[in-house]
Nanobody, 132 residues
Framework: QVQLVESGGGLVQAGGSLRLSCAGS????????MAWFRQAPGKEREFVAG????????FFADSVKGRFTISRGVTKNTIYLQMNNLQPEDTAVYYC?????????????????????????WGQGTRVTVSS
């Protein structure tokens, strides 16, 4: 059974930090592009950050550049989202997503995936609330 399980959400004051984790199982997620998306109340799901299978390419939404970082764990099946200087507009449910990294498999130039439709597997989400 394929699973992506997020953790680390919570309530934090503006300017604070949180670290989200996503643990994958049921697939060799070390060969997958993995990413974070978020969905705020009444809004569409939007891309936040992503990382390629090898862990050497990361890509971010403009709204979080310089504040968020994404990384892979030692096991490669886990990714992290370090969120610093959080703002009320970061309040959302954060979802982990994964799709097979064909660029890594075929040694082609990495293409960032920023569209939700490009991802095959999704977690259930973890809620982040930032108070002003």
């Amino acid at each position: 059974q394929v699973q992506l399980v997020e953790s680390g959400g919570g309530l934090v004051q503006a300017g604070g930090s949180l670290r989200l984790s996503c643990a994958g199982s049921g697939r060799t997620f070390g060969t997958y592009v993995m990413a974070w998306f978020r969905q705020a109340p009444g809004k569409e799901r939007e891309f936040v950050a992503g990382i390629n299978a090898w862990g050497n390419s990361t890509f971010f939404a403009d709204s979080v550049k310089g504040r968020f970082t994404i990384s892979r764990g030692v096991t490669k099946n886990t990714i992290y989202l370090q969120m610093n200087n959080l703002q009320p507009e970061d309040t959302a449910v954060y979802y982990c997503a994964a799709t097979w990294d064909s660029d890594a498999a075929y040694y082609t130039a990495f293409r960032p995936r920023r569209q939700s439709g490009q991802y095959d597997y999704w977690g259930q989400g973890t809620r982040v609330t930032v108070s002003s």
